[in-house]
């Protein structure tokens, strides 16, 4: 116990160090102490560890200052300023970062993974944001920037497909569909995304109750009937109108399949094949951003989902908002940021 107590000290000792240091010192420069630079760059590089990339930016950006051409510091900051939203000047620093090491490899895959990842930002974006470099066959790699590194998990953020104004106003309109004997799916679904734009965006998410009608006409014709969603915009002073075509459906998906037993006589697990009841519930979504000023269709996307339920007797709603959830990600992306989950390599000496 007293040992943990005297590491953990340690640890704190050696933080509170490092702070009094920077305040003292306006930058760590090229000409500091080595063992004092790595110290400073092992502490940052913790920092991101934890999350704290605002802090770890501030730190390396100190060291760079004197040290201009330090690859393993640009590297470094090119990864805080993709973490915390600045695309543009983390490919700057990936590109000068690359220059300087001669094109050490692990600098070249994060730059590869940033590229590639503003690249699917852009296609996910639509035309006119996102990177606009051209593939071009990648040099020779070396391993010149020297230091140790490792690779971190970081969160990416991704803006939202469409661009909204902060609290603007959102319509739920009815959606078409398929009449079901299981229950109103139209109903729940509104109901669903009502609540889902509601909690997870700064939307006004308006409530009208019944969602408004929408016209019973080809898919074609429904699209286009712009006039039609104006009409709802100015009605109900909705920037935004969401519609579109729902289908919810069961099937019987029973058959024969391998299934793990525990034999009564052995005690182990076994595989044998039997006849299993099951169920196959299927989800599909056509769904739709209007401008309510307008009536132009925004954006529309094609979403299916299903899932498998053993027994017969499943409850059709339980199954709606499971595969319901599975998609509301999708849906809530076109008008929210979000964030990815990739690996960057952050050197730590």
Known sequence: MSEAILLGGARIGRALLLAALAAASPVIGAGADEDRR???????????????WREARY?????????TDDPKVLNNLAV?????????RAAELYEKALAQSGNDSRIRENADRAFSFRRAASAEAGPGRGADRTDTPS?????????SAVSLPVKLPLPARLSVPENGSLLVASFLGRESDLFDTGRELVRFLRTEFRKKTTLRVLDVTPPPAVPEQPLGDFVANAEFWKHLGRTYDADLVVSGV???????ASGFGEVDMVSPVTGQKVRRTQFVEQEEFAFDVDVMFFDGRTGALLFRDRLRRTALFRGSSN?????????AENFAADV?????????????FIFRG
């Open 38 to 52: 790595a110290e400073w760059l092992r502490f940052a590089a913790e920092m991101a560890g934890n999350g704290d």
């Open 59 to 67: 730190r390396w950006e100190r060291m760079l200052v004197s040290d």
């Open 80 to 88: 805080a300023h993709e973490v915390l939203g600045d695309p543009e």
């Open 139 to 147: 040099p020779k790699v070396s391993r010149k920037g020297r230091g």
């Open 246 to 252: 729902v289908e919810f459906s069961r099937r019987d």
């Open 315 to 323: 409850d059709p709603l339980t199954a709606f908002y499971g595969l």
């Open 332 to 344: 809530l992306a076109v008008v929210s940021p979000r964030t990815r989950e990739e690996t960057r």
